[in-house]
């Protein structure tokens, strides 16, 4: 374990030192992607400032679960997202061997190895749209609390259980770099409150593919809603990230060189 937070630790560093090299290319990546995934928070402002919104809903409170839904992809892109170039670009150019020589777990290694920090702008726009928020709502209790941190890291799980499949196929689908803008697609109902979808996407987004767990639900139990039956989704998002692991790692196995 200790030398695996070594390796983790070296990494980051790394990663930080690049940023500090190449600074204004650093600046821009955190700017294009703040602007990029700001639009969401701006968008629902306007609409709300026209009269319109979502029933049932302050423009507070879908801000706030969008700006958790910002938050976790902030995280999620500093920390695990590049395991799936990394993964598609080694296969592609047959030197992956020089990854499973090493005397480390691949799936960490190739991680820990694309960590960034151009993400950071991201994180601190969702955090301060996300304080922003709670300025407008009822105070959380402890409870509360611990709920939401609780879900947020569930939330983290099932982004990297997507993570993990979506680098799986790329040992038997090479050219499959339309995959993620599928999956992007598919994440993106969990900015939304899921009260104004019709109960079979409510399935889809809750147990097929649990993606209601990276914004609204967490932010549900700030503001309170959350109950025993949130809970029992915790089970999908839990298998959902071990059969991402799982399919990895065998996948890893199976690998026979360039090309799958």
Known sequence: MK??????RECVKVAFAAASTYRL???LNCIIMLIGDILFPLITILIYGSGAGFEGWTVYEVLLIQSVFTMSMAIADMTFHGILWATMGHVRQGDLEMVLILPVDTMFLLMARTFSIDAVGLFIGGL????????HIALPTGF?????????????????????????????WV????????????RSFGKYPQSIFPKAVLMITTLV???AMIGYFPATALLGQGDI?????????????ILGITLYRHMVRLYQGVGG
């Open 3 to 8: 030398r695996y937070i070594l390796i983790y």
């Open 25 to 27: 290319n650093f600046i």
């Open 128 to 135: 301060t749209i996300f304080i922003v928020a709670l300025s």
């Open 144 to 172: 509360m609390w611990l709920q939401f941190i609780v879900l947020f890291l569930i939330g983290l799980s099932v982004m990297m259980g997507i993570a993990l499949l979506m680098a799986a196929t790329s040992f038997k």
């Open 175 to 186: 050219g499959n770099s339309r995959i993620p803008e599928i999956f992007d697609s598919i």
């Open 209 to 211: 593919i649990p993606v």
């Open 229 to 241: 039956k949130m809970m029992l989704i915790l089970i999908p998002c839990i298998v959902f990230l």
